[in-house]
């Protein structure tokens, strides 16, 4: 039989025990939530503030983290809590240099019981979710990117609620749509994106954030720029053009961009995105006005990029061969984020300007190209 016991915020901040409970677990602070059920019907009660005792020795699990972010975010973690602490997963094969840097396991995010057993046997306290299908390849296969992006994300809520865990989801300028404020676009406004990717990422902040009010899971997500790395291949999003440039520029010197020259979209280096994660899974729950928040670094168009490249590759020719799905799914993001919650909440600063940005891409691509060679 299904009992429903929720302690009302109000009675909650006034009494020390939550009366309706059998187990009388003390309340430590006014938005915390005990109950007997949670959406799989397990038994549930979240007493402690999560970010006392967690965030000094976390246990971390990451999804879908063989893509462009996990490896790197996995490597910064792993400094910060040691190797053995941090697991990578996701469904396709890693390479030897992935494989011998650390835990690595086969997990697929639909497999609610794997991901389940996953997390008890480890000891998982925090939980990094990044597998997704993102924006272009989400409207290429509709069905999948559903299923991937919603009902795995609701397999690892209910775990992340059972099992207590902080959790971390990363949003994305797609979660935003033609209707809502362009430039700049603040945390809180009208969201009604156009791609499945989008809706999945609404969905995603939404659930979180009702969630963690109900029950007081710990969520926390950060909507991501277009995220620019030398290292990782992007994977199927709007704003890869910007990964691609840097890679023709030096090997070719030239690049057929898919998106109008005066296209601009925020973009961030990827240290700064790995350091805003960790920086923002850190901070203590109390500093958080919100459980969603934009980060913004720079905001650039291609004919901007191409400028500050053509300062070290002055040969640099570009041509615009413009893919209809993706630059309608640019004319509806963001130009620029307001992020100032995040800068005054929890001390957000990115770290690479455009020039800075350009140098650091330029010289880790010609790095690579030299090793590879
Ligand atoms: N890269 C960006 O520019 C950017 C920007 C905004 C937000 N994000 C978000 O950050 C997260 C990571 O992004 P990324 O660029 O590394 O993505 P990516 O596409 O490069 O990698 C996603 C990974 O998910 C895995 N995956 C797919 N289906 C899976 C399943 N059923 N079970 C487990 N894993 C599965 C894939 O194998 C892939 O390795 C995503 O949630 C994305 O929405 C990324």
């Known amino acids: 039989m299904l009992s429903v016991r929720v302690c009302s915020p109000g009675s909650a901040a006034s009494l020390r025990f939550?009366?309706?409970?059998?187990?009388?677990?003390?309340?430590?602070?006014e938005s915390t939530r005990c109950m007997s059920w949670s959406p799989r019907q397990l038994r549930v009660q979240i007493s402690n503030p999560p970010d006392t005792v967690k965030s000094e020795h976390p246990r971390v699990l990451i999804t879908g983290g063989l893509g462009q972010l996990g490896v790197g975010l996995a490597r910064l973690l792993r400094k910060q809590y040691g190797k053995n602490n941090v697991i990578l997963s996701d469904i396709k094969k890693p390479s030897d240099e992935v494989y011998n840097s650390g835990p690595f396991v086969y997990a697929d995010v639909l497999d609610y019981k794997n991901?389940?057993?996953?997390v008890i046997n480890n000891r998982i306290t925090w939980l990094v979710h990044y597998s997704a299908l993102l924006s272009a390849i989400g409207e290429a296969n509709v069905a999948l990117a559903?299923?991937?992006?919603?009902?795995?994300?609701?397999n690892v809520l209910d775990i992340a609620l059972e099992n207590?865990?902080?959790?971390?989801?990363?949003?994305?300028i797609g979660a935003?749509?033609?209707?809502?404020p362009r430039d700049p676009t603040p945390d809180l406004c009208i969201q009604r994106p156009r791609t499945i990717y989008g809706v999945s990422k609404v969905h995603a902040e939404l659930i979180g954030e009702y969630f963690h009010?109900?029950?007081?899971?710990?969520?926390?997500?950060?909507?991501?720029?277009?995220?620019?790395?030398?290292?990782?291949?992007?994977?199927?999003?709007?704003t890869d053009y910007a990964v691609k440039i840097f890679h023709d520029a030096v090997n070719s010197k030239t690049f057929d961009c898919y998106l109008r020259p005066d296209t601009r979209l925020p973009m961030m280096h990827i240290s700064d995105c790995h350091r805003a994660t960790l920086?923002?899974?850190?901070?203590?729950?109390?500093?958080?006005?919100l459980r969603t928040y934009n980060i913004g670094a720079v905001s650039f168009t291609p004919e901007e990029v191409a400028a500050e490249i053509r300062s070290h590759i002055p040969e640099l020719r570009v041509t615009?061969?413009?893919?209809?799905?993706r630059q309608s799914i640019a004319d509806s993001w963001p130009r620029r984020f307001d992020d100032s919650n995040a800068r005054r909440d929890w001390g957000w600063k990115p770290s690479f300007s455009l020039p800075e940005l350009v140098s650091d891409m330029l010289r880790s691509v010609r790095a690579q190209r030299e090793k590879e060679s």
């Not at 991901?115 to 996953?118: D, F, M, N, R, S």
């Not at 935003?176 to 809502?180: E, I, L, N, R, V």
């Not at 950060?222 to 709007?238: C, K, M």
């Not at 615009?320 to 799905?325: N, P």
Request: with cysteine; aromatic share 8%; hydrophobic share 35%.
């Open 320 to 325: 615009y061969t413009l893919d209809a799905v």
């Open 213 to 238: 009010h109900k029950y007081g899971l710990d969520f926390r997500c950060l909507r991501y720029p277009g995220i620019i790395s030398a290292d990782t291949e992007p994977g199927g999003g709007t």
């Open 115 to 118: 991901l389940q057993e996953l």
């Open 176 to 180: 935003f749509g033609p209707t809502s």
């Open 279 to 289: 920086e923002f899974l850190q901070a203590p729950a109390g500093q958080l006005t």
């Open 18 to 29: 939550c009366l309706g409970c059998t187990n009388k677990i003390p309340l430590m602070r």
């Open 146 to 154: 559903r299923r991937v992006n919603i009902t795995g994300l609701h």
């Open 164 to 172: 207590r865990l902080r959790l971390f989801v990363p949003s994305t």
